[in-house]
Each structure stands twice: as structure tokens, then as C-alpha cells.
């Protein structure tokens, strides 16, 4: 079966950089998503990798290794309104459905 | 274009009741997903449509749970009876087909989601 594993919790200082990691197993895949969750809110779409390597968006950017079935997501300069959960998903090839890990909660202190 | 749109945002019941939750997803979107969220279990996957077709269900829970989507702009999440166990938030989504044809984007469009209480 499919298994996506996140750190439960990630704390860091306003202003520096944060890496949140997702590991993953699944007999194969189309890609990596990360999701932003504020609470009380709903997930909201962040960045998709489907090829090795690193998007970037703004200030947040996210890495996929296929071989290491390994990504990332890495966010700079942080600011307060990035004190949310984010969600790493990945859709398996044998049965189409999109599975979340159980979410990082990223604490920032000022 | 308004979204995913969930109704209720709050549900309060009692055990035994039955509960019924809608959805209206983002028009031209052939996907619809219904997920749950709990502390314990995270963002659980129950069931998904293609062009209102169910086609993977087995992330449903039990029988008190169904759903349906009798036409490409409604589903309904439907548990009866419902259980305190079932007490959660559940979010309806939605994508374009275009999107996992071509596998270059695995955006999903989230409702903002029914707070479920069962007393």
C-alpha cells in the first residue's frame, strides 16, 4: 500500500528558512503535492512535483528525488501567517487516488 | 467562479440521526473527491467520482456511509445512523480531468469543509 510520512511538528524563527520533509512508499506515482492548512481552514494547493528537482514559487519551494523516494518542501523568510499545517499527497498509478501524510505543524516564534 | 461549495459549515446531532452532507464543485471539474479529517487519522480519502461516476469507494468506512452524485454540479455524503465516532470534518474537492490526464498538475480545490458533531 501507499505510506507518506512527515515530521508531526517543525518550530522555527521568523525570518529564517524551514525544510519540511515527506517520504514516501508507493509502487509508482505521478508526482508530489504539497498542501497548506491554516486551522479552522480548508487545504489549500502549494506546489506539484512531477519531475526530479526543485519548483519554485516565491518563497516557498519544493524538491522531489524519485530515486530517494524523498521530497521536501522549503520555506523562506518566514512570517507569521505561515504558522499552518502542510500536507505532503502523491496520487498512486494502481488505483488514481491522492493520499495525504498526516500533516506537519509548523510553529514560527517571533 | 465561487469555489467548492460545502453546506452545512456546522452539523451538531445525535447518535442514531442521520446526516447529510452536500456539495457543489468547481463547474467543469470531473472529479470529485470526498475526504475526513481527524487528529487521530489525518486526511482520510472515502470515495471519488469521474464525471459522477463513483469509482473508488473502499476508503468508506462502513455501510451507514454512502454517497452519490446524481449530476456533475451535486454529490451528497450521506451517514445513517450516524455514530459519535464519525464526529470529524469532512471536505469535499474537486479537479479538472485535464489535470490528471496529463499528469502535470495534482491541484486540488478544496470545500471549506463540514464540522460534523455527534452527540
Known amino acids: 500500500g501507499q505510506s507518506l510520512e512527515q515530521p508531526s511538528e517543525v518550530t522555527a524563527v521568523e525570518g529564517a528558512i524551514v525544510q519540511i520533509n515527506c517520504t514516501y512508499q508507493t509502487s509508482g506515482f505521478y508526482g508530489l503535492s504539497w498542501y497548506q492548512q491554516h486551522d479552522g481552514g480548508a487545504p489549500t494547493f502549494l506546489s506539484y512535483n512531477a519531475l526530479d528537482g526543485l519548483e519554485e514559487t516565491g518563497r516557498f519551494s519544493s524538491f522531489l528525488s524519485r530515486s530517494d523516494s524523498y521530497g521536501y518542501l522549503l520555506l523562506q523568510e518566514l512570517q507569521m501567517k505561515d504558522s499552518a499545517s502542510y500536507f505532503c499527497a502523491v496520487r498512486d498509478y494502481r488505483d488514481d487516488k491522492i493520499i495525504f501524510g498526516k500533516g506537519t505543524r509548523l510553529h514560527i516564534l517571533p | 467562479d465561487a469555489g467548492v461549495i460545502q453546506s452545512p459549515r456546522h452539523e451538531v446531532t445525535e447518535m442514531g440521526q442521520e446526516v447529510t452532507l452536500r456539495c457543489k464543485p468547481i463547474?467543469?471539474?470531473?472529479?470529485l473527491f470526498w475526504y475526513r479529517q481527524t487528529m487521530m487519522r489525518g486526511l482520510e480519502l472515502l470515495i471519488y467520482f469521474n464525471n459522477n461516476v463513483p469509482i473508488d469507494d473502499s476508503g468508506m468506512p462502513e455501510d451507514r456511509f454512502s454517497a452519490k452524485m446524481p449530476n456533475a454540479s451535486f454529490s451528497t455524503l450521506k451517514i445513517q445512523p450516524s455514530e459519535p465516532r464519525d464526529s470529524a470534518v469532512y471536505f469535499c474537492?474537486?479537479?479538472?480531468?485535464?489535470?490528471?490526464?496529463?499528469?502535470?498538475?495534482?491541484?486540488?480545490?478544496f470545500g471549506s469543509g463540514t464540522q460534523l458533531s455527534v452527540l
Open positions: 463547474s467543469g471539474h470531473d472529479y
Open positions: 474537492a474537486s479537479m479538472p480531468l485535464l489535470d490528471r490526464l496529463l499528469a502535470t498538475n495534482e491541484k486540488l480545490f
